[in-house]
């Protein structure tokens, strides 16, 4: 079962009179972007929730699927989907480019006044999607769900997911906020502006952030997944989390360059006291443990810092080979949007 907490949305800060003079098509598209991989388990609950929903909406919408290079029955079912939909587009990689990717290439292929994110386990609730149009129609120019409630994750999964948006909004000019994912609708002109980023390192929640725009969050407690499994471990999470941070801070490159500096300082205070004593009371023979902890304690603070460049690096390395974010093997459906 899915709850929805109570409370409202959470304002951005913006008057509300700017916002509420933004007019809104009467009549709007509402585009409904859902990244798929090996979810062809989840694909049909996710439907026969959704379905009845927009079914009582009062504009029209399309719904685009992005399957990313998926090795299980998806492929199958959106096809299924398309025969028996004419609202429904899918997007079939070539390979699997990862989420991210699947999130640009659909926001590059929706054509919707507003484009809504969601995932397809049943983790980002359908419900949430009439809220969103009306704070949408208020005048928010992006409106995301904010995780009040994560009873479904693990404990660990938590608090490394708190961690994370700490230290990411602590060391980054761009704030995300805390437990938000990419469950969000965002306005067309936010939409063309996260477009308009070329990079091929994308780190979608902080690109979201970095658009800026009016904001505000609907709060709600998270169920637990409908069907399949999470295709992220810890050693993806791991590296999604560093690719955010990497992506949007420099703050681990002045960090190293702070530490050479205190070594630096302590080594040459050592070095004089070594002078002194030696001046004082003779020549001083260190011992030979000492003399090897310290060779080892610096060679691995120059590995670590080596490191941290080359992460920066790596992603120059990919960024400037310039590549496709992605590689579309067919698209098929989408004949017409309907209400």
């Not at 009582?56 to 719904?63: A, G, I, N, V």
């Not at 994110?117 to 609730?125: E, G, H, S």
């Not at 995300?176 to 609708?185: A, H, K, M, V």
Request: one cysteine or more.
């Amino acid at each position: 079962m899915i709850f929805v907490m109570d409370g409202g949305a959470k304002d951005s800060g913006e008057p509300a009179k700017e916002r509420a003079s933004r007019a809104r098509p009467e009549r709007a598209l509402i585009s409904i972007v859902a990244p798929c991989y090996n979810e062809g388990e989840a694909i049909g609950p996710f439907m026969t929730v959704l379905e009845p929903i927009l079914d009582k909406m009062t504009f029209d919408y399309e719904l685009l699927f992005v399957d990313d290079g998926s090795t299980d029955a998806t492929r199958v079912q959106l096809e299924k989907l398309v025969e028996e939909n004419p609202r429904v587009k899918a997007i079939f990689f070539s390979r699997n480019f990862g989420k991210e990717a699947a999130l640009t290439a659909g926001l590059d292929h929706a054509a919707g006044d507003a484009v809504i994110v969601i995932d397809t386990d049943l983790q980002d609730p359908p419900e949430l999607i009439l809220d969103f149009v009306e704070k949408w129609r208020e005048g928010s120019d992006v409106v995301y769900g904010k995780r009040e409630e994560r009873a479904a994750d693990t404990m660990a999964k938590r608090l490394t997911a708190e961690g994370f948006y700490r230290l990411f909004n602590r060391i980054s000019a761009v704030k995300i906020p805390e437990n938000t994912g990419d469950f969000r609708l965002m306005d067309r002109r936010v939409i063309e502006a996260i477009k308009a980023l070329p990079e091929r390192s994308r780190f979608m929640k902080g690109l979201f952030a970095w658009a800026g725009f009016s904001a505000v969050a609907v709060p709600y407690s998270r169920p637990e997944r409908a069907a399949g499994t999470s295709k992220f471990n810890l050693w993806k999470l791991w590296n999604f989390a560093l690719d955010g941070i990497i992506s949007f801070s420099t703050a681990p490159l002045r960090i190293w360059s702070y530490i050479g500096a205190v070594v630096a300082l302590f080594s040459f205070l050592y070095a004089s006291l070594v002078i002194i004593r030696t001046l004082m009371t003779g020549v001083d023979v260190p011992g030979y443990a000492s003399l090897i902890v310290l060779i080892l304690f610096f060679g691995g603070v120059q590995m670590i810092s080596i490191g941290v460049l080359g992460e920066y690096l790596a992603r120059l390395f990919v960024e400037v080979k310039r590549r496709p974010i992605y590689v579309v093997d067919e698209v098929i459906g989408g004949d017409k949007a309907a209400s």
